[in-house]
């Protein structure tokens, strides 16, 4: 058997910048093997990252072919989504391996368009995604997402199926009612309903189910906190002061109940002229900056105020989906693998391999 070794200092010489550890010592070198000059490896990521497997796979050729000995190098590079930790006690959703809520403390900051791109993204680099549209009052992921109007179908009049469109699948208040009726609802039936709407839906297998919170820290984000197993909290706020204040209380309150912060999303970070293309910071700058340096979290992206994300998103096509390509989308697609990766460094749940004890009377 050939010695490995100079291979493998060869790859920890590489440094995933998502992450900011190397491949061997973050278990990401699957298989390695130094066979008649021709080494073959395999570089298996814990988060999703399509887009970033080509490159990969460049670097690790590069620094293998630079080994003495090597005549010829074989690459595969992919992903692969485990199960994380959620809140002690908590067992995790069926089929669901990781819940990430998307929260603000103030309404209008571009929340539901974050998580409806947010979602999209994550599909487009390879994950299995649901979005939860938890806003009880004021659904709009039937609108953002292309499928208003259409009526999920139950096949045991138990539980029902999640609407798909565009690689995702989603479920909302807003398929279950009409779209001119207020939902005249004391907290009690609306917690509730978000309850039922989580574990009633037929979700399959899913790498990440996105919530999509109302705003504010009410009775939705309590009960999400205290029932629902969270395994970490994006946070979007603007850089404007006021939306600063709130997007803090609502930090505050996912470290309370032992929810961890993924990091912190600016949106409307700098308005960019649809005209001229001049850039102008209108809600102030720097400010979600400061506040992942009060809280040590990370800013996770800046998004542009820009018009094409609020058309994408009323016309059903949110900018992922609507411009693939574009630099708004790849602006998500950054954040979105940010996120995978901050959940991919936390512990793994086991809770499902353990076996069951059964006491019974002989």
Not at 45 to 64: C, D, F, K
Request: proline share 6%; net charge negative; charged share 15%.
């Amino acid at each position: 058997m050939s010695d490995l070794s100079p291979l493998q200092s060869a790859l920890s010489s590489l440094i995933d910048p998502l992450t900011g550890r190397d491949y061997v010592s973050s278990r990401c070198v699957r298989q390695l093997a130094l066979e008649n000059g021709v080494a073959r490896a395999e570089i298996v990521l814990g988060y999703p990252a399509a887009s970033r497997h080509a490159a990969i796979a460049a670097e690790v050729e590069a620094v293998l072919k630079a080994v003495p000995g090597v005549t010829a190098v074989d690459v595969r590079v992919g992903s692969q989504v485990v199960a994380h930790a959620a809140q002690r006690g908590l067992p995790l959703l069926a089929g669901v391996k990781n819940i990430i809520a998307v929260a603000s403390g103030k309404g209008g900051v571009g929340k539901s368009t974050t998580a409806a791109n947010l979602a999209l993204a994550l599909a487009a680099e390879g994950a299995s995604v649901g979005l939860l549209d938890a806003d009880i009052y004021g659904p709009s992921q039937p609108t953002m997402l292309g499928v208003e109007g259409r009526q999920p179908v139950s096949p045991d009049n138990k539980h029902i199926e999640p609407i798909e469109n565009h690689g995702i699948k989603t479920m909302s208040i807003g398929f279950l009612i009409d779209p001119e009726q207020p939902m005249v609802w004391r907290g009690p039936m609306v917690t509730q309903a978000l309850m039922q709407l989580l574990n009633d839906t037929i979700w399959g297998e899913l790498d990440y189910l996105l919530i999509d919170l109302p705003p504010g820290t009410g009775d939705i984000q309590l009960t999400l906190s205290q029932k629902v197993p969270v395994t970490g909290a994006v946070i979007v706020t603007t850089p404007q002061d006021i939306a600063l204040l709130d997007a803090r209380k609502g930090l505050k309150m996912f470290e309370k109940v032992g929810v961890p912060i993924l990091g912190i999303v600016e949106n409307m970070s700098v308005h960019i002229c649809s005209n001229c293309g001049h850039a102008e910071p209108i809600f102030g700058e720097g400010g979600a900056a400061r506040m992942c340096a009060d809280y040590n979290t990370e800013l996770l992206g800046q998004l542009p105020l820009d018009l094409s994300i609020r058309l994408n998103a009323d016309a059903g096509h949110p900018s992922v989906v609507a411009d693939p390509q574009g630099a708004v989308a790849q602006l998500y697609r950054g954040i979105a693998q940010k996120v995978g990766a901050r959940i991919a460094a936390k512990a793994n749940d086991y809770s499902s391999k353990f076996p069951k004890i059964v006491i019974s009377n002989t």
